[in-house]
């Protein structure tokens, strides 16, 4: 009997939009069991407390774990190899829209397997349909009042409205969410 390979797919996830969605699926098909990091991150000031990410993730996967994928959702805030080392996981998933996105990743690939060489980094491009979503965008967006249903699951867009109602203290008028 072989080892479980063991994928982490660390990130922000505020929101998840769905280009992480697809990385998310496409890693569960490579790897045993797939880690999902919801990184807490409050450099980046998250428009979503880490609760709320890790519910907006929990609902996303659940049709993927009914059909038997194995996935886990955990939140950290400590260094990602330390992270990846305390989950055993053997790959970093790492997904590409852009050329930008290639610079910035190869970086850290080289720095995280300076810090721990036994755990690769694997990069997996998105589709052409999700290339240009970024969760940034989809915020700036939404925030203002526009259709966001083309870039987020129906769950996401019901929370970047009343986040966003919460926050102007009035109901924001969006699109109707369609399922």
Same mark, same amino acid.
């Given at each position: 009997?072989?080892?479980?390979?063991?994928?982490?797919?660390?990130?922000? $996830?505020?929101?998840?939009?769905?280009?992480?969605?697809?990385?998310?699926?496409?890693?569960?098909?490579?790897?045993?069991?797939?880690?999902?990091?919801?990184?807490?991150?409050?450099?980046?000031?998250?428009?979503?407390?880490?609760?709320?990410?890790?519910? &907006?993730?929990?609902?996303?996967?659940?049709?993927?774990?009914?059909?038997?994928?194995?996935?886990?959702?955990?939140?950290?805030?400590?260094?990602? &190899?330390?992270?990846?080392? %305390?989950?055993?996981?053997?790959?970093?998933?790492?997904?590409?829209?852009?050329?930008?996105?290639?610079?910035?990743?190869?970086? &850290?690939?080289?720095?995280?397997?300076?810090?721990?060489?036994?755990?690769?980094?694997?990069?997996?491009?998105?589709?052409?349909?999700?290339?240009?979503?970024? %969760?940034?965008?989809?915020?700036?967006?939404?925030?203002?009042?526009?259709?966001?249903?083309?870039?987020?699951?129906?769950?996401?867009?019901?929370?970047?409205?009343?986040? $966003?109602?919460?926050?102007?203290?009035?109901?924001?008028?969006?699109?109707?969410?369609?399922?």
């Amino acid at each position: 009997m072989s080892a479980l390979r063991i994928g982490l797919y660390p990130g922000t $996830f505020d929101p998840i939009t769905l280009g992480h969605q697809e990385i998310i699926a496409r890693a569960a098909k490579v790897v045993d069991e797939l880690v999902i990091g919801v990184a807490k991150n409050a450099g980046k000031s998250p428009l979503f407390d880490t609760k709320t990410r890790v519910r &907006m993730v929990e609902l996303e996967v659940e049709p993927l774990i009914k059909k038997g994928a194995k996935i886990q959702i955990k939140l950290f805030d400590n260094l990602l &190899m330390d992270f990846a080392t %305390s989950v055993k996981a053997d790959v970093i998933i790492r997904g590409l829209r852009a050329v930008s996105d290639f610079e910035y990743e190869f970086q &850290m690939a080289g720095m995280n397997y300076r810090m721990n060489n036994a755990i690769e980094t694997v990069f997996l491009m998105a589709s052409d349909r999700h290339q240009f979503i970024a %969760s940034r965008f989809v915020k700036e967006i939404a925030r203002l009042g526009g259709d966001v249903s083309p870039f987020v699951s129906a769950n996401v867009v019901k929370e970047l409205k009343h986040r $966003f109602s919460q926050e102007s203290g009035r109901r924001l008028v969006m699109p109707e969410v369609r399922d």
